[in-house]
């Protein structure tokens, strides 16, 4: 599908933990438009792999796996469903284990090339806000609103404590400070579609702001534009 003609799209990019889902998800209940969560594809792509017991080194084989998995994802009355091969693995790609392993996939040239067709296929349907990595520089170059949001890592290792901690989940901050860390550099340094902010894109610090705050400021720049 030619990107060139997918327009009507708000691109929402930024490193881990730095407010993109929640902001998102508010952004496109404000103004009508459907939310696609591009992470929750290369964390269902990974889970299929790691339950099919396929060996992470063969790119092949997950280009294969990641071609042939049936993947719904559900983002009805604000709630996230993800479906792959029928099974409800909504939980499940959250995993510490599916978190740390989606680099070994989402560096994969035929892996990306599927799932970024995917992702244009359901934007071209309705007006989307489309959240993750390369939205504003790869899936979506002609999206008429670009965000990059950004925040302090120590900031972001806080929220994702947090929001761990609220789920009844107890982990160690400073190792989930790392990880967070290493995941954002290998995903900043790799070869293929590396997450940078798009040179027409609005970058929004969010260090010190509300999620109110910065939802305000998205739906206001959206509403110029839109
Ligand atoms: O947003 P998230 O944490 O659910 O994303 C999970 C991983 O997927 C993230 O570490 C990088 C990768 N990803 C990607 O490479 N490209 C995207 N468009 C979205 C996510």
Redesign the pocket.
Same mark, same amino acid.
Not at 132 to 135: A, L, P, S
């Given at each position: 599908m030619d990107p060139e003609h997918i327009t009507e799209v708000v691109a929402i990019d930024g490193p *881990?933990g730095a407010g993109?889902?929640t902001a998102a998800r508010r952004l496109a209940k404000l103004l009508g438009f459907a939310f696609l969560d +591009? #992470? *929750?594809m @290369?964390?269902a792509a990974t889970w299929r792999a790691l339950d099919g017991g396929i060996n992470l080194g063969d790119h092949t084989a997950l280009a294969l796996s990641t071609q042939q998995m049936d993947l719904r994802i559900d983002e009805s009355d604000g709630k996230q469903t993800v479906l792959v091969d029928g099974r409800d693995v909504t939980e499940a790609i959250r995993s510490p284990e599916v978190t740390r392993e989606? @680099?070994r996939l989402?560096a994969i040239l035929e892996v990306r090339g599927h799932l970024v067709e995917l992702q244009r296929h359901v934007a071209s349907l309705r007006p989307t806000v489309a959240e #993750?990595?390369?939205?504003g520089t790869v899936v979506f170059p002609r999206a008429k609103c670009k965000f990059y949001l950004e925040a302090s890592l120590d900031e972001r290792a806080r929220r994702r404590f947090e929001e761990l901690r609220s789920k009844g989940i107890e982990v160690d901050f400073q190792a989930l400070r790392d990880e967070i860390e290493i995941?954002d550099r290998k +995903?900043m340094t790799r070869a293929i579609?590396p997450l940078r902010p798009a040179d027409d894109a609005i970058r929004i610090d969010t260090t010190h702001l509300t999620l109110d705050q910065v939802v305000d400021q998205m739906a206001a720049r959206a509403r110029l534009v839109f």
């Open positions: *881990a993109k889902s +591009t #992470g *929750a @290369y964390r989606i @680099y989402d #993750g990595r390369d939205m995941r +995903t579609s």
